[in-house]
């Protein structure tokens, strides 16, 4: 689970100035921020090695995740990079506009928006761009026929949505991702139905479909396409294998048998493997540097099943890390009094492992936009058997606080005086806090009552299990128990942190969200559950307030200590819809309180966004590394350097990270 994108409401000011710019890029809704890798230079020369060459594996998945995302993906990113590289003519509107257009591609890994999934509106025009196709296309470098081309890009009806989840629809036929082809929603849930009932009573149950595109043989027998060397994708899987196995020959004992357990998955494609990896994976709590390589996160498929590829290479940041130490120390308090049904508590926390680690590099799903916070394995059997390992990124939120600061988005968005001077006193370790909070010890809270499965909420799993963390960690950012263990020096760390999320879930982050829609991504979905929950719950006692001001609404938080009780209570429901499976219930929830948007409100939001310039969504740039060789040819030393331009980066990995066919 990955815990999402950072509230943008860093409220530092812009005394502090780096002599190089944090942003390296801006376009459409979007900005591209470098981060740096404080700590690399002392590492030992094996683990700079081991970083390398893992991180030569994380970039060789990009175009898998292409792939994934919509079918034709790489088809048009290919004849955009080679129209952009050949283009004689660099300016003018219709070339600028097609630059912008390149530029969310690479950013979203294919055409459709990285948030909202919906597909991009060209802005140059379709007579323009046929001219470029006449011009600097022909029978040698042509991926896919002109006018069907053209139909993917300017065509708004066709693929609209990469991922949709409106309820009453065929999520996995009107959605565009490539998980899934010529099978509707009523056939996949039949045909992992009948696999998951086939493993009924199996202690350690199978993640089916993780690993594999659903699709009907030519006598339309339903039958799933591995990813794996020798299936679909072995070009790219082969690639990462290698440098897979380079990496095994330069780690630590204890990592190489985990980096093998991989390699063997890759090879067989067998889910077991993937089983037996992670446990292997997750009880490796010792290694310096640490990898998350493969088909991890579902929250791209409609139903939940299939993983995108993604890549996080990371070492631990030792002086961060106490603070995850103290909260996994404590994990049983913690558990033993969470406000929910002591029947769904856990009796025993096991392999609770939170650390706090700085990026190397990032790659697939995680690239360029990434989560600020991991927590794996996904397999729910595993975490209650063998824990979880739980990270915060420090060097990310270390790179978005200072793209953000002295932006003015305090200034606009927050009322009150106080709540300013708390935010900008406390906003990061609040912010930080949280993060560990949601993934050291939300996450693996809880217990599933006997008889529930896991898979009951459906399309709503996602909203509901990032709520059931959030929650977690709001509740407990509050209580004294922090003060008195050292984790925090006051609850004005609580109160800021509340604000700023009960702000962000019913307000600020709306302006991500285009005019007329609604909120789709699961993690937007739940801040909006929660913070409309408890303003509408604590309506009576005024806890939250729209206050309106000069024609402008703010969202303030009036009791805080009545608020965090709130916090409880949702909690307390939402351990139990998560523990009993009940799909009603959790459906009513979501629907209710995560999905609409008042239009006038919504408005507003964009409106005064705006006028701020601030783009409200980040990504990153990758560091780049290059091996050091002596005269014989050995590695004595590995050199980071840091690019700050994205265009170049993204032409030099489609050039020279790119091994998939165009269509796969
Ligand atoms: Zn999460």
Redo the contacts with the bound molecule.
Sequence with gaps: ???GVIALTSCGTAAEQTEQPWIVDRFDDIKVIRYEVPGFENLSLEEKELIYYLGEAAKCGRDILFDQNFKYNLAVRRTLETIYTASDVREGEEFLAFEKYLKKVWFANGIHHHYSNDKFTPEFSEAWFREQLAKYINEENRQIEDDFLCQIIFDPALYASRLNQTAGVDVVTSSANNYYEGVNQEEVEAFYAKMVAEDAGNPEPISYGLNSKLMKDENGVIYEKVWKVGGMYTEAIEQIVYWLEKAAAVANPTQREVLEALIKYYHSGDLKDFDDYSVLWVKDTESNVDVVNGFIENYGDPLGRKSSWESVVNFRDEEACRRTEIMAANAQWFEDNAPINPAYRKSEVKGISAKVITVAMLGGDCFPATAIGI?LPNADWIRKEHGSKSVTIDNITYAYDKAAQGNGFAEEFILREEDRERAKKYGKLGDDLHTDL??CLG?GSGQLAPGTKGDELRTYSSTLE?AR?DLFALYYLGDEKLIEIGLIPTLDVAWSQYSDYIMNGMQTQLSRIEPGKNVEESHMRNRKLIAEWCYEKGKDENVIEIVKQNGKSYVVVNDFVRLRELFGELLYEVQRIKSEGDYEACKKLVEDYAVQVDPEFHAEVIARNKALNIEPYGGFVNPEYELVLDAEGKVVDVKISYPANYVEQHLKYGKEYSFLPTLN
């Design positions: 689970m990955a815990m927590n949601h993934e996450h990032e963390a």
